[in-house]
């Protein structure tokens, strides 16, 4: 440019895209973004604020501190009722041992279930979602609804279908 007689050190005004993609109105965007879909992908983030990919994750993991986090795996959920049901049961095992001791140990008959669910559950990957550092840690229950399952008693040998 100085070759055609420019002069100047600056640079000329001109429009382009910004240097960076962290504005207030990108981090308020991408916060509403992840309220209303936690599960977003950053490709989702990058379309829909008009940046490439790399300054997309860049706003959302270092400017807003949001990480892609699983879900942790717990058994089941198990309600104030169950609980409640659960808790009965021992107590009335503990008041029958306490009066037969052993005699009431030679009454119980253990055997082995396996329950066959007809679903297919979903994969870590899409069960990912994003994640403050001052947010709590997300529960995923192994115990889904399903289309039905299949109850197979080994100690009888036999099976029942429930849904």
């Given amino acids: 440019m100085f070759g055609n007689g420019r002069m100047s050190l600056t640079d000329a005004e001109r429009s382009r895209l910004p240097a960076t993609a962290t504005t207030t109105r990108n981090e308020e965007r991408t916060l509403e ?77 253990t055997g082995d279930e396996t329950w066959i669910h007809n679903y297919k559950p979903k994969s870590k990957r899409h069960s990912m979602q994003w994640k403050h550092p001052s947010s709590p840690v997300a529960k995923k229950l192994k115990m889904q609804p399903s289309a039905g399952k299949l109850i197979f008693d080994c100690l009888l040998g036999l099976s029942r279908a429930y849904s």
């Fill in 33 to 109: 973004l992840i309220h209303e879909n936690r599960r977003i992908t950053v490709e989702e983030f990058a379309e829909r604020l008009n940046v490439s990919v790399g300054p997309a994750y860049s706003l959302i993991h270092d400017s807003l501190m949001f990480s892609k986090v699983c879900a942790r795996w717990v058994p089941k959920e198990l309600t104030e009722q169950r609980k409640r049901k659960r808790f009965d049961v021992c107590s009335q095992h503990l008041a029958r041992y306490r009066e037969e001791r052993d005699n009431f140990l030679h009454l119980i008959v």
